[in-house]
């Protein structure tokens, strides 16, 4: 197991991170990752930090409170935001310490095009590295808590040059990297890259999280064989909450049936949601838990055509059960 990392005022007492994963990550499904992994170390979702600030001057009149959480009662949890005005993020990183998240967490990897091209923020700040010194100085300078930065191997093939990033990141505030194995050109597509991934580590003045197809115990084991610091579980984490359970606690893992967690889930989700959203944003997660499953694709299929809160318990019960 990787040893503990001491960031400023925190420790993480084991460095196996779930991913801030858009759309997935909320207060639900956070909340069904802790049951998995009582002392995991989560993320939130990636939080627009204009978004983030309108919000908080609307007192939350509109009821949107996604992304607006008190994270005082969810344990080891850091805010990840994105953005390219420093002085924003720096407001944003504050709202956030407010409401008791634990870190704060920088995305400079998004490869979306709304994200890193037309916003000039998350994998964009590979290209702009001046700008990403400025925005980690600006929310190290603005909160007492840690502040941490995840990135990729560069924007291209031709451009592997996060090393340089890490460097002025941590010159500037940042005191723990996650270096996901692939460019912004990539997006999710091919194998992720260790190898390159650790000639970052190897430069690195602060401890570097490796992040990228981790799947198994001995992705796992490899990792920390290699020299990383840690890892941080993304997509591995669709419809299988238990995992982070069995990396981070293997002796013990997740003991809840498969019915009771998930049907405990959905009705997390229409608490934060309401029945309307709910039902619907809940379809992908019952999708993904069905993978790998007996009669999967006719439940699928079954899945994205309810709107009824009672049919989709009753599905769920029928099919899991």
Not at 161 to 171: P, Q
Not at 198 to 218: E, F, H, M
Request: aromatic residues 6%; hydrophobic residues 45%; charged residues 25%.
């Amino acid at each position: 197991m990787f040893k503990e990392i001491n960031l400023k005022n925190l420790t993480i007492p084991v460095p196996i991170f779930a991913a801030p994963l858009a759309g997935i990550t909320d207060r639900p499904y956070r909340e069904i990752l802790r049951k998995c992994a009582p002392d995991a170390a989560l993320l939130t979702e990636m939080i627009s930090c204009h978004a983030l600030i309108q919000c908080n001057k609307r007192d939350l009149k509109t009821n949107n409170k996604r992304n607006f959480d008190d994270y005082r009662e969810e344990g080891l949890i850091g805010a990840q935001i994105f953005g390219a005005d420093p002085a924003v993020m720096a407001d944003a990183a504050k709202i956030l310490e407010q409401n008791g998240a634990a870190w704060i967490d920088i995305n400079m990897g998004c490869p979306v095009p709304k994200v890193a091209t037309k916003a000039g923020a998350g994998a964009f700040l590979t290209r702009d590295h001046q700008l990403a010194g400025r925005i980690v100085n600006a929310v190290a300078r603005a909160v007492k808590i840690p502040v941490t930065m995840k990135t990729r191997l560069g924007w291209d093939a031709q451009s592997i040059n996060s090393a340089e990033l890490v460097r002025i990141g941590a010159e500037n505030g940042a005191v723990l990297a996650t270096v996901h194995g692939r460019t912004r050109a990539q997006g999710y597509a091919g194998l992720a890259c260790r190898e390159k991934s650790l000639d970052i580590k190897r430069a690195a003045p602060i401890p570097v999280i490796y992040n990228g197809d981790i799947k198994t115990t001995a992705d796992v084991a490899e990792i920390e064989k290699m020299g990383f610091d840690g890892v941080m579980i993304g997509r591995a984490l669709l419809g299988a909450p238990r995992l982070l359970g069995e990396l981070t606690n293997p002796n013990t893992g997740c003991r809840i049936p498969d019915t009771d967690l998930i049907l405990e889930h959905f009705g997390l989700t229409l608490d934060y949601y309401g029945i309307k959203a709910g039902v619907p944003l809940f379809r992908k997660h019952a999708a993904w838990y069905s993978t790998g499953r007996a009669g999967g694709a006719e439940f699928r299929v079954r899945v994205n055509k309810i709107s009824d809160p009672k049919e989709m318990e009753a599905l769920i019960t029928e099919f899991f059960s």
